[in-house]
């Protein structure tokens, strides 16, 4: 089945230590996207990637960062940097710049 | 002021009944619009894509569009107690790229 797989679906960090997200698609999908869910608040947008090698800014890309070594996977890595890290992580892809985003199904990030 | 409103519910009807969602924009230069159903503790799943305005039907669900008025609809005609969810409006720009702005979901539970 094609899809997108994020793992590991729930993660615990100490302050003050960096943590990879992994994300994975077969779908063959040139873009994708990481989004941040926070309770009673939309997705927003952290790094977005339309190609091998090359990846911008979103709104809230600060403490973040992602590679995009391979087609399938754009790993987030959450530093410590971020000040806020706690919250749920959806990492998306799509086909086409005018086509609608797919989702895996999130990690949820707690950070104590 | 946000960019994509959406009351957050939640929105309580029984069983059967039709369950009327809905979305205010501010930003003219939108052309796509979503609708995504999140269930608790997983990714958004796409239901609808509609493409400037206009009504589009799949099944028994129905998004309507008014760009005149910067207002978007969800219907879910015969709800049923799986349709508890959260509903999330989404919408971009032309040769967005997956750069959606998304609403913070209405919160619709379906009681038998």
């Known amino acids: 089945d094609g899809g997108i797989t994020q793992s590991p679906k729930y993660l615990f960090r100490k302050e003050g230590q960096n943590v990879t997200l992994s994300c994975e698609q077969n779908l063959n999908h040139d873009a994708m996207y990481w989004y941040r869910q926070d309770p009673g608040q939309g997705l927003r947008l952290i790094y977005y990637?339309?190609?091998?090698?090359?990846?911008q800014k979103g709104d809230i890309a600060e403490g973040y960062s992602v590679s995009r070594e391979k087609k399938e996977s754009f790993p987030l890595t959450v530093t410590s940097a971020q000040k806020n890290p706690t919250a749920f992580y959806l990492c998306a892809s799509t086909h086409s710049r005018d086509s609608p985003l797919h989702f895996g199904n999130g990690t949820r990030l707690t950070v104590t | 002021q946000k960019e994509v409103e959406q009351d957050p519910g939640p929105l309580s009807v029984p069983e059967g009944a039709i369950v009327s969602l809905n979305c205010t924009y501010s930003n003219s230069a939108f052309q796509y619009f979503m609708w995504y159903r999140q269930y608790s503790r997983k990714g958004p799943e796409l239901l609808m894509y509609?493409?400037?305005?206009g009504n589009k039907e799949d099944g028994r669900f129905t998004a309507q569009v008014d760009k005149s008025s910067k207002y978007i609809s969800l219907f879910i005609r015969d709800s049923q107690p799986s349709d508890s969810a959260t509903y999330l409006c989404a919408m971009s720009g032309t040769d967005s790229w997956g750069k959606l702005q998304f609403g913070a979901g209405t919160q619709v539970v379906v009681t038998p």
């Open positions: 990637s339309q190609i091998v090698n090359d990846f």
């Open positions: 509609t493409y400037s305005s």
